[in-house]
């Protein structure tokens, strides 16, 4: 018969792993990816749908923010409400900072991705609530979406997209986007819906949101080191 605290210890392993993965599963377009997305002339929707689905599969600031946004969320309509919202604003500002051509520096849009997920890891902690802040939560989910676009719309401007077709291969990468973030987010939803019904939940929650933190702050940290150190500054 299985250990249940093995079985508990397994599940917060996997949680804490995904908020803790390393820069080697960064999501930045390259390889032949980035070969493919710089060759194509004329709308091509179905390469383009299969790369914004992998660009969220693997990009990991967006899920740890994600997984910081329904740590608490029980409802399930709670939880299509804030991700809704998330996916609102990265879908603007993905299409129209790339349309416009929006010269922002990737490195500080990737900074501020990572302060949005200490945001919501020490909101999670409650520390808002001591110091006496009171903010509408679905306002800040949304106002980050944008962010997170915008740092989404960066990784293909760096490519230097054909304007032949671009608007519907922009449509189709978002699509496939929010196909990805589906699919992981919904691996997520299932392995924190195990790890609630287990007594470790309500023990290490606090270490989890802890660790949430303490990956926000690497991934700024890491993205402001590059603004400077790339030249950009």
Same mark, same amino acid.
């Given at each position: 018969?299985?250990?249940?605290?093995?079985?508990?210890?397994?599940?917060?392993?996997?949680?804490?792993?995904?908020?803790?993965?390393?820069?080697?599963?960064?999501?930045?377009?390259?390889?032949?990816d980035a070969a493919f997305?710089?060759?194509?002339?004329?709308?091509?929707?179905?390469?383009?749908?299969?790369l914004g689905a992998k660009?969220?599969?693997?990009?990991?600031?967006?899920?740890?923010?994600?997984?910081?946004?329904?740590?608490?969320?029980?409802?399930?309509?709670?939880?299509? #409400?804030?991700? $809704?919202?998330? !996916?609102? /604003?990265?879908?603007?500002?993905?299409?129209?900072?790339? *349309? =416009?051509?929006? +010269? %922002?520096?990737?490195?500080?849009?990737?900074?501020?991705?990572?302060?949005?997920?200490?945001?919501?890891?020490?909101?999670?902690?409650?520390?808002?609530?001591?110091?006496?802040?009171?903010?509408?939560?679905?306002?800040?989910?949304?106002?980050?979406?944008?962010?997170?676009?915008?740092?989404?719309?960066?990784?293909?401007?760096?490519?230097?997209?054909?304007?032949?077709?671009?608007?519907?291969?922009?449509?189709?990468?978002?699509?496939?986007?929010?196909?990805?973030?589906?699919?992981?987010?919904s691996l997520i939803l299932?392995?924190?819906? #195990?790890?609630? $019904?287990?007594? !470790?939940? /309500?023990?290490?929650?606090?270490?989890?949101?802890?660790? *949430? =933190?303490?990956? +926000? %702050?690497?991934?700024?940290?890491?993205?402001?080191?590059?603004?400077?150190?790339?030249?950009?500054?």
């Amino acid at each position: 018969m299985p250990d249940p605290m093995r079985q508990h210890h397994v599940l917060f392993a996997v949680l804490a792993f995904s908020l803790i993965a390393p820069a080697a599963f960064a999501h930045a377009i390259g390889g032949r990816d980035a070969a493919f997305v710089q060759a194509t002339v004329g709308a091509d929707p179905f390469p383009f749908l299969y790369l914004g689905a992998k660009h969220m599969v693997t990009g990991y600031d967006h899920l740890l923010f994600l997984t910081g946004v329904i740590f608490f969320l029980y409802r399930l309509r709670d939880v299509l #409400l804030y991700v $809704t919202l998330f !996916s609102l /604003g990265h879908s603007t500002t993905l299409i129209l900072g790339v *349309l =416009f051509d929006l +010269g %922002v520096s990737s490195h500080l849009v990737d900074m501020v991705i990572g302060l949005s997920v200490c945001w919501k890891a020490f909101d999670n902690l409650g520390g808002f609530q001591k110091l006496g802040v009171a903010m509408d939560n679905r306002i800040v989910v949304g106002g980050f979406g944008l962010i997170h676009g915008l740092g989404l719309a960066t990784k293909l401007q760096d490519l230097g997209l054909n304007q032949q077709g671009l608007l519907e291969n922009l449509i189709a990468f978002n699509v496939g986007v929010e196909i990805g973030q589906v699919i992981a987010l919904s691996l997520i939803l299932v392995v924190m819906t #195990l790890w609630r $019904t287990t007594k !470790s939940f /309500g023990r290490l929650a606090i270490a989890a949101n802890a660790l *949430l =933190f303490l990956a +926000g %702050v690497v991934l700024a940290g890491e993205q402001l080191a590059g603004y400077f150190f790339s030249g950009d500054a």
